[in-house]
């Protein structure tokens, strides 16, 4: 089913979620709202979860924490259910993929701690709304993410690379494209990185380590923010004996709006 | 002895910390740079605490946690040392206060968790530099503070009323105000309110809970900013069997600038 037919308010499309009458890519679901990356671990390991993420702002922005033996998120989305309210997720044991539900409600357990933490998405359409075009959203693409050279600062059992999306800008349009950015620190924030790859440790542009490659024409910039993959990759990093994430694109999504969360 | 005659670098201001040749108010000691409010904790606790902070980041905004088992900030001041480098520290036990100790290391325990969190003094500085007077520092008193009506939101066993600080500006500069502190929010950032203290609960703003009563003018607008009282506060409410904090204005002196924490 088409997301363009989607009713607009996010309490209704988590409805249809939970009723089983739609699920897929959020993207443009309820447009204008906040969408969160999710992660869910065991509570042995959610304090060092959460000290990574507070030392990794940019990639890990922690819009909402809920402890073991809830699963109402209910500062983001009061009387959701992430259980029932996730379009689909990926179940990982041991740091490996071992399968994807709809419903995790058969596999809950009351030592489980939930991570709602910032998304592209929000960012991305406060680019679009200043003129700014996305490639990848023009060609129907993933957005380009790269592993980095840039180690995170480690927490705990927590420690690895930061990935990153990269999004080609005209020139005469890098400097708003980080100001616009940078007034949505909770979903990202400005970019880590203007212009050359090689900073990176990125050896070859042409072939991200995730999504699909845009050509980056000669009067563009290639721009990059810190991606909501780095989390999750550095999770598993450290082979949780469970963790659940949201499939790719399948974002809980949440009824704050993408302004709600502008610092000015 | 006078703050005045201090080495202006916070190294060299905590070296004579630790070797007891100074002690005291922080207040105008390296200058320019951030000083931290300490909450340490037992490990049992300081998950429910970080989440406490994470939720509330107006009066706790988290600087640096240091993990149980070091005392090194290392993000905030590398080769720094919690247990001497803190001018005097207050010790609760079950939320009451047991004693004073300049140097902590006879009690330091490998369990404890030692929180850096944003102090005002940041912000202070920021107000000045833009040309907006403070009068409790003109007059040499300390800020005044108002336990309020607002609730700060939950988290495992914390939990209790929102503490902020008034300060008294002049009509023409309040939009600057704002803006100033807007600035750093990790460092309480933009004012929770503006102009109505009973829209908070208070009751009678010549009396504060906390500090200095000073008097506001006709042409003044009180200005009320999240307080850095308040995770102490709230910690104590929960009544944890051990907890240490900087004694009042005994900050912990860091290595990094006020401006490196300002958004723009």
Known sequence: MSTLTLPK?????????????????????????????????????????LLFCQRNPKPCPVL????????????????????????????FEDGQLVGEQEDISSIWRDDLVSFLLGCSFSFESALVNAG?????????????????????????????????????VHHSQVVRAVQVTSRFPSVHGAPVHVGDPGA??????????????????????????ACGVTPQAVALNSKPSLMITHAPGNMFITDWRDEDYAVF
Not at 218 to 225: A, G, L, N, Q, S
């Open 200 to 225: 990176l440790g990125i050896k070859d542009i042409t072939r991200p380590d995730f999504g699909d490659a845009v050509e980056i024409r000669d009067d563009e910039v290639p721009i990059f923010w």
């Open 9 to 49: 308010s996010p309490r209704e499309v988590r409805d249809l979620i939970r009723s089983n009458e739609w699920r897929g890519v959020t993207s443009g679901a309820a447009p204008g709202y906040v969408q969160a990356n999710i992660a869910i671990l065991p509570r042995d390991v959610a304090f060092d979860f």
């Open 132 to 168: 700014i075009p996305l490639r990848h959203i023009d060609q129907g693409k993933n957005v380009a993410m790269y592993v980095t050279n840039v180690e995170t600062t480690p927490a705990g059992v927590f420690s690895g690379p930061m990935v990153v999306s990269m999004r080609p």
């Open 64 to 91: 909402e924490v809920v402890e073991a033996g809830r699963f109402e998120p209910a500062h983001m989305a009061p009387g959701a259910d992430l259980r029932t309210d996730i379009p689909r997720c990926r179940i």
